[in-house]
């Protein structure tokens, strides 16, 4: 059953090329700036130049620390004391609990009880206080923390700052292309909320607008695809299940759904035997591991959902911070 979310009044200011330049400026302390990597024998096998982002070696395991260093790092004084709340499954959580410790303030996350508890452990480890409930939950518990308490919510995905700092990944991969004499045609991003999806659309909006797009997410939780086709954000009611956690959220994501629409180039969905397969790849031809839900996009291109076609496609690896009898049992598999 699919909700739809009524357009809110208020104009929500959206990220310029200009903001994603500042963020990989004010995150550089905190980030690294994780490889493309490319593999020939699978170029070979699927007949183009496959680059893989694999931003599954950031410091936190995930790309979510590019947004949460940049919001955290433009915090003002008053905020900084008062502190930061989160809702996330996992891997926004993990950057934002860092991130806080880092930079001085205080952070309260709100997890799903369907996280993985690897996850949620290593939240509470970065000194953030972790509040676990329901899954439909989630967002109203994350408000009422942050009224109650006078903190500051960082969405995973629905906040200028979040975004910006997610556009960094664009500006990286469009740079260390040109270093191996690539230009790129297509780029797949792992899809839940949307913002790292809408990040990338601006930061290529400069350095590769000729790039095509695409959002790829788990089956039966494709938000975005789901939204581009009712022109309004459409959100999952509860109940479904996919092992790609981190890509399973119920919400779509307002501001990223602004930047998104008109300029994707379509979307792509995921099963788990597809997402664990990719996996396999991923450890296999790159020595990576990677989460189910970070394989996506990867897995679009194994499936030949798209054909390389004698193109460059990028896709990102997104995270890695996977449940380890999870990823055993992924890469046991034949």
């Known amino acids: 059953m699919l909700r739809t979310v009524p357009p809110d009044a208020a104009v929500v200011p959206i990220p310029t090329f200009e903001d994603i330049q500042a963020a990989l400026r004010r995150i550089g302390r905190y980030c690294t700036e ?31 620390l590019r947004g949460a260093a940049n919001r955290v790092g433009a915090l003002t004084a008053d905020e900084r004391r008062r502190g930061i709340v989160a809702r996330s499954s996992g891997n926004h959580g993990l950057a934002v609990a860092y991130c806080a410790r880092l930079m001085g303030t205080s952070a309260v996350v709100v997890v799903p009880d369907t996280a993985p508890a690897a996850k949620a452990e290593r939240i509470a480890a970065y000194g953030a206080r972790v509040v676990t409930v329901p899954m439909k939950d989630l967002a109203a518990v994350a408000a009422d923390v942050t009224a109650r308490e006078g903190r500051v919510l960082v969405p995973p995905a629905d906040d200028f700052w979040v975004v910006a700092g997610a556009g960094t990944v664009a500006l990286e991969m469009v740079a260390q292309a040109a270093k191996l004499d690539a230009g790129i045609d297509v780029l797949l991003t792992c899809c839940s909320g949307g913002g790292l999806t809408a990040g990338c659309l601006l930061g290529l909006s400069e350095t590769s607008p000729a790039t095509q797009v695409y959002a790829v997410e788990a089956t039966g939780f494709e938000k975005m695809a789901n939204s581009l086709a009712a022109g309004e954000c459409v959100d999952l009611a509860p109940g479904g299940h996919s092992i790609c956690d981190a890509i399973s959220g119920l919400y779509m994501a307002k501001l990223p759904f602004q930047i998104i629409k008109g300029r994707l180039a379509g979307t792509f969905a995921v099963t788990d035997g597809e997402a664990q397969a990719a996996m396999r790849v991923a450890f296999s031809e790159f020595g990576l591991a990677v989460e189910p839900g970070a394989a996506v996009a990867l897995a679009a291109v194994l499936t030949r959902k798209i054909p390389l076609d004698g193109r460059t496609v990028a896709v990102t690896l997104s995270g890695r911070n996977a449940d380890l009898d999870l990823a055993g049992a992924a890469l046991r598999q034949v």
């Open 34 to 64: 994780t490889p493309l990597l490319e593999s020939p024998y699978l170029n070979q096998k699927y007949g183009g130049r496959l680059l893989v982002k694999a931003e599954n070696l950031q410091v936190t395991g995930s790309f979510k």
